[in-house]
């Protein structure tokens, strides 16, 4: 299993796009001394991990989405100024 990336669609919801085609950043490529099962255990906490940060997620969506707004507009200003 891959992350390939992490990002927003058109209706601001959160989504996690799993790509098994490219192996740049599989757990064996980041891991390769862990076996098959250690591996299978690091994807799956990486599973609920990122779980649990949508969760985050949809409940300041929900409860506050000012704060999403914010953060997307300091985001947006840090990477303008990256690319200066």
């Known amino acids: 299993m891959l992350i390939d990336f ?9 989504i996690m796009s799993l790509n098994k085609v ?21 994807e799956e906490n990486l599973r609920r991990y990122l779980s649990v940060v949508r969760e985050i997620f949809e409940h300041i969506k929900f409860n506050n989405p000012k704060i999403l707004t914010e953060l997307r507009r300091r985001a947006r200003l840090r990477k303008e100024k990256a690319h200066k």
């Open 6 to 14: 992490l990002s927003y669609s058109s209706d601001q919801t959160f």
């Open 22 to 42: 490219d192996n740049k950043m599989s757990t064996a490529n980041l891991y390769p001394k862990l076996s098959l099962e250690e591996r299978r255990e690091v």
